[in-house]
Nanobody
């Protein structure tokens, strides 16, 4: 079992920056592909970014490409999402997820989830 805990979400003005963290416990993250998803009120959960277990390859949704950066520190069992140039449409609950089977943009492929952290971007 892997337990995931997100942190770092808060209220920020448009154009600002935040860094989210996802700390894992229970098992090493070394063998797990990781991802960030987000869900805004009344909308479906959507893919944001993913990173392979080695950290060698990353994937982004078009809506965040060039603004967000996903990274991981396997020694610290932690994953990060650096978010720059934030927009009001980035407002959502952000979730981290882990998957033994490899990277995917499909949230149904991920077995382990955190409880989420709220990011609110004011205009």
């Amino acid at each position: 079992q892997v337990q995931l805990v997100e942190s770092g979400g808060e209220l920020v003005q448009a154009g600002g920056s935040l860094r989210l963290s996802c700390a894992a416990s229970g098992r090493t993250l070394l063998l797990y592909a990781m991802a960030w998803f987000r869900q805004a009120p009344g909308k479906e959960r959507e893919f944001v970014a993913a990173i392979r277990s080695s950290g060698g390859s990353t994937y982004y949704a078009d809506s965040v490409k060039g603004r967000f950066t996903i990274s991981r520190d396997n020694a610290k069992n932690t994953m990060y999402l650096a978010m720059n140039s934030l927009k009001p449409e980035d407002t959502a609950v952000y979730y981290c997820a882990a998957n033994r089977a490899g990277s995917s943009t499909d949230h149904t492929r991920y077995a382990y989830w955190g409880q989420g952290t709220q990011v609110t971007v004011s205009s």
